[in-house]
């Protein structure tokens, strides 16, 4: 019944991932201030870290931008410095570095989140990404499956960097794949927009608390 199931989905993400999930197909939250939701992905070329994207078969995408009126240096210890993630990210519970040193390409993390009452066996979701491109100061892309019983999400994730008058300007875009996204692409895009919007709201609000005068 698609009733039913698209009610089971709201149920199932009702707190953010790390990676993008959060809420469900209801009236749209708020957008952090500053943030701003790209055009729909048919009208604005892919977002890439040295030549690779997202998913270009995924059906569940979304990009999102944010201006952050901090220094780029700021930005980008904040968004690398995986295992610090959970001080300023709620919905973080764990974050642990597989490897060791300033994220580069190949290092791999492993992070959780929690899951509220659902009608499948997940309390959690444990996240494995793994870093495929990295420019310092500039990009970095990860992949890897977020999983918990029942439930299995495959994730592309791009972000780039980039020195504005002002401050940094924050892009990123992501892809989900999996059987449960895959049964109903609204919800699930709705979720990715959520989540991906709410990280840029905490990386905003975070990095410039860090800076005490803001760059001209």
Partial sequence: MPGTHRTHLRALFTVPLAIGLLGAALPAAASPAGAAASPGPRAARSLTCRGAGVDPAARVRHRAEILVHAPLRTV?????????????????????RLDHGPLHRGSAFRWTTPVPPNPTPATRLDITSTVEQLRHHSCVRWTGPATGEGLHIDGVHVWNF?????????????????????????TATAILRQGLEAWLGDLKTTAEARTPHRPN
């Fill in 76 to 96: 980008w210890k904040l968004q690398t410095d995986v295992e610090r993630w959970p001080s300023w990210q709620a919905p973080v519970t764990t974050a642990e």
């Fill in 162 to 186: 980039t020195e504005v008058p002002g401050g940094v300007r924050v892009s990123t875009e992501e892809t989900h794949t999996g059987p449960q996204v895959d049964a109903d692409v609204p």
